[in-house]
């Protein structure tokens, strides 16, 4: 390996490194001050944009699996956050509706690494929102992600001194 590609090399590991150390930051900043993870904090956010949600679609717009959005429901539930209602059209369906606590959680939460992101994103050309996604996929692919279940990007869990539970 010639030292222009070993650089490169460590170029992008630092990179990769630096996205990570972001994102683990963030999942800190939002555990201690609204006691959610990233995950939980967009379901919140989904749930107050549509005023309730099915957990299919729910699934859907996060392209997470169903267990997925139900194991995060649960805990937003156990927490107050949201409360399971069922349809009023088709009692087979519930609905997942934000609560009061539920939206002082948002109000309390640091901005959204992924709001932020979003607004950065929409703001290049559109050959350079391209080339990002091809190169985002590329990485994926090089870590063997595939087309697996992001919710483990989304939710890394709660990052604290005292708990890993989450």
Known sequence: ???????RTDDSLIALRRILRATEAFSRELAQSAGVTPAQ?????????RDGVIPKALAQQMRVGQATVTSLVDKLVAQGLVRRQPSEIDRRQTHVMITDRGRDCLRQAPDAQQQRYVRSFQSLSDWEQAQLVSSLERVAEMLDAGQSDASTVLDAGRIDSVTRDD
């Open 1 to 7: 390996m010639d030292r222009a590609s070993h650089n």
């Open 41 to 49: 904090l967009r379901v919140l956010q989904i749930v107050e944009q």
